[in-house]
């Protein structure tokens, strides 16, 4: 069973602080998602990594696939109120459109005017 | 608007009834999911459904049974329901043959409550 540890669980920080959040496995994965939920809505995908060692950006978020696609990470620069919300990472395993998403336990980020 | 909508958005019933939950999407996408969000918001698959056919089944109790009467719906119903199975279950799709990539398209789940 591939297992993702998200890190932290909690974050809750002043606006304008950087933070990072943490996603570790012991599984290699094919890709690797970052996804942000808000309060009575779905997940939303944020972004998509598939080569070991890719580094994205999206405005003040940058996101990094770690050389052995086994752990990733998210890093917000500046952060602000509008960042509040629940970070989940998911890996997938395998080449097929089927396989299936593994997500983390999640980060719950307050960002505090 | 395209979306992938569900009903309804919130359930509230007594331990012991069967109840479900339906699921709608107008993106033409083949694959779509059934996850279930726990308290702690771990979010868990369920089942997959890729052109009306069972492609994952995690283990899950049978008293949940999906059903898709067509690629663009998945149900869900439960069976004698229980106090744990109380949570947010969300519906997905996902378009075919884009690999590994796939962008998975949430609905706005559905919360529910067993008393």
């Known amino acids: 069973t591939q297992l993702l540890e998200q890190s932290p669980q909690f974050l809750s920080i002043q606006e304008g602080e950087n933070l990072t959040v943490y996603c570790n496995s012991s599984?290699?994965?094919?890709?690797l998602q970052w996804y942000r939920q808000e309060p009575g809505e779905g997940p939303v995908l944020l972004v998509t990594?598939?080569?070991?060692?890719e580094v994205k950006k999206l405005k003040r978020l940058t996101f990094q696939f770690g050389d052995a696609r086994k752990d990733s990470s998210l890093h917000i620069t500046a952060a602000q109120p509008g960042d509040t919300g629940l970070y989940l990472c998911?890996?997938?395993?395998?080449?097929?459109?089927?396989?299936?998403?593994?997500f983390g336990q999640g980060t719950i980020l307050t960002v505090h005017p | 608007d395209t979306a992938v909508s569900q009903t309804p958005k919130y359930l509230v019933t007594q331990m012991g009834n069967d109840k479900s939950i339906k699921c709608e999407q107008n993106?033409?996408?083949?694959?779509m999911y059934w996850y279930k969000q726990d308290s702690k918001k771990f979010l868990k698959i369920m089942f997959s459904?890729?052109?009306?056919?069972?492609?994952i089944n995690e283990t899950v109790p049978n008293r949940f049974s999906p059903k898709s009467p067509d690629k663009a719906h998945l149900n869900l119903h439960i069976n004698s329901l229980e106090l744990g199975d109380s949570a947010v279950y969300f519906c997905?799709?996902?378009?075919?043959?884009?690999?590994?990539?796939?962008?998975?398209?949430f609905g706005p789940g559905t919360r529910l409550t067993v008393l």
């Open positions: 997905a799709s996902t378009p075919l043959g884009a690999g590994s990539t796939d962008t998975q398209y």
């Open positions: 599984s290699v994965f094919s890709s």
């Open positions: 990594v598939v080569t070991g060692g």
């Open positions: 998911a890996g997938r395993a395998g080449g097929t459109s089927y396989g299936k998403l593994t």
């Open positions: 993106l033409g996408h083949d694959t």
């Open positions: 459904y890729n052109n009306k056919e069972l492609i």
